[in-house]
């Protein structure tokens, strides 16, 4: 169902349209339904994983009588709070064309969705500092053009030359080269959420918004619908994508998950002029930035490492990370940070997520994005939308199974550091 | 956030080491089935409010700690010595 893009939809001649008519022609973006007694498929969760399965399941299975339950308002959760980073540089079978199909996704999905979700292809350079991470990038670099994408290893010139402003000597971590993925970058997260929103809004999915849902209802190892803030709505198929909050609404399923959630936190200073073209990772100190289009220097570290669902963090993370872009680049001492906040990760033992049945007939599962779930946003979507119609896994998505923390077959360990929590 | 170590009284957090849900002071029998060695490796409650934890005081006395602490307001209710928690 396509757009009539001069009366409805977005682009040039509807801007220079609506701008000489005094822009009276804007809609909402899409309607406040009240949810109906029953539905096809009910996707719980409002974040960009609910909305883009959503879209999906209108757009490629001609699925329309869903609702998409969302207990705050769309976008309110950590599609809204991350550091909006997009690569495909995961090294593991099961993982690596996921991502890879992701980013062919993004590179789509401005024209598919009809909106600017400002995705920009700004290369992301992941720093080394010994000769051992030169040999362990070099080795994830083949594995990225194997899978068909793109990877470079710079040398120290090859960083200079693109990051000048870097301290290569640091006396703890010296910069020794990088691996730079021309096609990674950011894209406007609240854009890609309002983006799937809209579409599949005007596909004919109710979105249905301060709508929490507080039980799940099954007879008979069955889904029959759920129960809500705004009453019991019933639906064959229910898909829970709930992000951080994974465990909790397992539990209504009486399910535990192999998940514990965490707060990872983000920081951002006042708008500057343009001076960060890229997006830096500094793996050593737990480090990495980009600069918004707003001019904000957008930047995060590590997890505050103990179990939470306050969506704020603490200090000694906040300085840690200060500390290693202080290290890093001693000229973001300049800037004056604005405002810092933290959002609940899905951490899961090996750090891979899951898009799976559960053993209730009709409930499904998608969860354990830990801090990299907004670049799977799209292929999450897409084969959990696949999932959701079919009954069968997405080929691109088949390994990310939730029977293999029991079974210890087709653990997806990226950092080989143990399937175990609070190693990833 | 400050722990109250039983030993050294109150510190920070900086001076903790993190090990997750207290689960390790319950470790299955080493004949237990795969559905015992799932739920004690992998599967968590992880809901949100007051949750048994294991901290090691690594910059202090080095005891290990189970800390009760509640995971939505962060306000630790109690502390004991792993030593000395019963089951
Ligand atoms: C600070 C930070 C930085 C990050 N940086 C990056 C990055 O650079 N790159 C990257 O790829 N990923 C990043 N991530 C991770 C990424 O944001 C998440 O993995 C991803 O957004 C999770 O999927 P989602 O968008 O569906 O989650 P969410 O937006 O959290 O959606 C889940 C929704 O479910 C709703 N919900 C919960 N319980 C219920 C209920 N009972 N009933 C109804 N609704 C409910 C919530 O309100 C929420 O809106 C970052 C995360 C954070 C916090
Ligand atoms: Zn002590």
């Not at chain 1, 669902?309 to 300049?334: C, D, F, Q």
């Not at chain 2, 390790?24 to 004690?40: H, I, K």
């Not at chain 2, 995971?71 to 209710?77: K, L």
Request: aromatic share 8%.
């Amino acid at each position: 169902m396509g757009f009539d893009r001069l009366t409805k939809g977005f682009s040039g001649l509807r801007v220079l349209k609506e701008g000489l008519t005094g822009n009276k022609g804007w809609t909402p973006h899409w309607r406040d339904p009240a949810p109906k007694p029953e539905y096809d498929i009910i996707i719980i969760g409002g974040g960009g994983h609910g909305l883009a399965t959503a879209h999906y399941l209108a757009s490629q299975h001609g699925i329309t009588n869903v609702a998409v339950l969302e207990k705050g308002y769309l976008g309110g959760g950590n599609v809204g709070r991350n550091t909006t980073i997009v690569r495909a540089n995961y090294m593991l079978p099961g993982n690596s064309e996921f991502y890879s199909h992701s980013l062919k996704l993004w590179e789509g999905l401005e024209q598919d969705l009809n909106y600017n979700v400002m995705h920009s292809q700004r290369g992301i350079i992941n720093l080394f500092h010994s000769d051992g991470q030169r040999d362990g990038f070099a080795r994830r670099g083949n594995q990225m053009i194997a899978q068909g994408d793109d990877a470079i290893l710079l040398d120290r010139a090859g960083v200079q030359r693109e990051l000048p402003y870097l301290d290569f000597d640091q006396t703890r971590f010296p910069i020794y080269g990088g691996l730079y993925h021309k096609r990674g970058g950011t894209a406007r997260h609240d854009a890609v959420a309002w983006g799937f929103a809209r579409s599949a809004d005007s596909r004919g999915v109710d979105l249905i918004q301060q709508c929490e849902v507080t039980g799940i209802d099954i007879e008979n190892g069955a889904v029959r619908g759920v129960q809500t803030t705004r009453g019991p709505i019933r639906a064959k198929k229910v898909g829970m994508v709930v992000a951080g909050r994974s465990s909790q609404v397992a539990a209504m399923a009486g399910m535990r998950l192999p998940i514990e959630s965490h707060i990872l936190q983000a920081f951002v200073t006042e708008g500057l002029k343009p001076c960060i073209d890229h997006v830096i990772t500094y793996g050593m100190g737990h480090f990495y930035i980009s600069q918004s289009d707003k001019g904000g220097l957008v930047f995060g570290g590590d997890l505050d490492m103990y179990s939470s669902y306050a969506s704020r963090g603490n200090l000694p993370t906040a300085e840690h990370v200060v500390e290693a872009a202080m290290t890093l680049m001693p000229v973001i001492g300049k800037a004056r940070m604005l405002r810092s906040w933290g959002g609940i990760m899905d951490m899961t033992p090996d750090g891979s997520p899951v898009i799976d049945r559960t053993h209730i007939d009709g409930l499904y599962v998608n969860c354990g994005w830990c801090y990299g779930g907004f670049k799977a946003t799209p292929a999450s979507g897409h084969t959990f939308a696949h999932l959701l119609a079919t009954d069968t896994p997405h080929p691109v998505a088949k390994a990310l199974r939730l029977d293999r923390f029991r079974t210890g077959r087709g653990i997806l360990d990226e950092e080989a550091s143990g399937s175990q929590h609070n190693l990833h | 956030m400050r722990l109250p170590c039983p030993i050294c009284g109150d510190r920070d957090r900086r001076e903790f080491y993190y090990q997750g849900a207290a689960v390790a002071l319950s470790r299955p029998a080493p004949d237990a089935d795969a559905a015992a060695w799932e739920d004690y490796v992998h599967l968590r409650e992880n809901q949100p409010g007051d949750l048994d934890e294991l901290w090691s005081h690594d910059a202090g006395c080095g005891a290990w700690l189970v800390v009760t602490r509640n995971t939505v307001t962060h306000a630790v209710s109690g502390a004991k010595l792993a030593s000395e928690a019963t089951r």
